[in-house]
């Protein structure tokens, strides 16, 4: 089976070895993705702005692959302060309210940079037809 991947140009692809999503298949998974451009943190201390940057990110790399938002399974949201749910909830529900994926929101001690106050990943499964 190919696999077909997406790099976003984040300098730590190639040092990590890791790529931002890849499709097997009908199978899409996204890696986790912060609310960083260009190595600058987008939405400082705002946890909406920070989470609807994320999933713009991640819809780009989902359309690359062939898919959409309506294909998402589940999301896994990491966050740094659980007290911000609403305003994490609040950008996610703009992006999935029709889709209503399996979600988690857990909360992490810290991300790779201290102003990240989220991380996203999800999975994606692209059936043909529909």
Same mark, same amino acid.
């Given at each position: ?7 976003? @140009? ?7 070895? /890791?790529?931002? *999503? ?5 199978? +899409? $998974?996204? &890696? ?6 260009? @190595? ?7 946890? /909406?702005?920070? *989470? ?5 990110? +991640? $819809?780009? &790399? ?28 609040? &950008? ?39």
């Amino acid at each position: 089976m190919n696999r077909t991947r997406v790099y976003t @140009g984040s300098p730590w692809e190639p040092v990590v070895g /890791y790529c931002r *999503a890849i499709r097997v298949g009908d199978r +899409i $998974e996204v &890696a986790g993705t912060t609310a960083m451009k260009d @190595g600058e943190v987008v939405g400082v201390g705002n946890a /909406y702005e920070q *989470a609807r940057f994320i999933l713009q990110t +991640i $819809e780009q &790399a989902l359309q690359e692959l062939g898919a959409q938002l309506s294909d998402v399974v589940r999301t896994r949201m990491f966050v740094t302060d659980i007290s911000l749910w609403e305003e994490f909830g609040k &950008a996610h529900g703009e992006y999935f309210r029709d889709v209503q994926p399996v979600a988690t929101m857990v909360e992490v001690k810290a991300l790779i940079d201290p102003r990240l106050l989220i991380e996203i990943e999800v999975e994606a499964i692209v059936f043909q037809g529909e």
